[in-house]
């Protein structure tokens, strides 16, 4: 496996409130995090971090020695989840300042040619297998319900007013339901990871053509393409290759 990743500030924001961990050659766990933080002050460069340096910990941890099933996975995946919600909640109740922060949540650990997903908000992966792209995750997001409802269209969504609205996040309640799930993730296969700040300026079409021609590159080219469309958000792209 082979990960690249870039995260940027962007052209609007005073700080950059997106958070991501790839491992280095060293590491024995194929585990990639990314977090998308939100709320005022520094909350949100907070919850990120607080986020994704509790999962890596969790899981690192408690990553099953013998049994490695995929419902021991999932469910490893989903305790570290429900835990780092927890960590942040806590911690935005103690901070004043921290109040009502959150973040989104992606997580993929690979293992045996398949990636276990934990997901929480409207950050996102993707996966490439040989000239096709698709979406694994559904965002949580007002605007993903109007198009599941069927009272708006996916592109009236991508304009749509209250684009950034979230319905479900960590870190903002007592407890969240992440979805979890296992994909085939074979030779040759290509994982994207990335924060909205991604897609809300570079087209699928975009994505997909930069992750297949060169993934080292892929993640620096997409930030550049992004700011140059406006960067008026943080942007981070992590792109793995099963090789």
Known sequence: MKAFAKTDIGKARENNQDYYYIPNQTEKLNLC????GMGGYNGGEVA???ATETVKKYIKTNFPKEECSKEAILSLIKNAMEYANMVVYEKSKEVKELEGMGTTLEICLIYNNKVFIGHVGDSRIYRIRKEFMRKLTQDHSYVQKLVKDGTI????AVHHPQKNMLMKALG???????DVM?????KEDILII????????VPQEEIFKQAKKDIEQAPKELVKIANENGGYDNITVIIVKNI
Do not use: R
Not at 33 to 36: C, N, P, Q, S, V
Not at 194 to 201: A, E, I, V, W, Y
């Open 33 to 36: 995090i990314l977090a998308d």
């Open 153 to 156: 269209t996916a592109e009236e």
């Open 182 to 186: 296992v994909k085939g993730f074979l």
């Open 194 to 201: 990335n924060s909205d700040g991604l897609t809300n300026l």
């Open 172 to 178: 903002c309640n007592a407890f969240v339901e992440p």
């Open 48 to 50: 990120s971090k607080l």
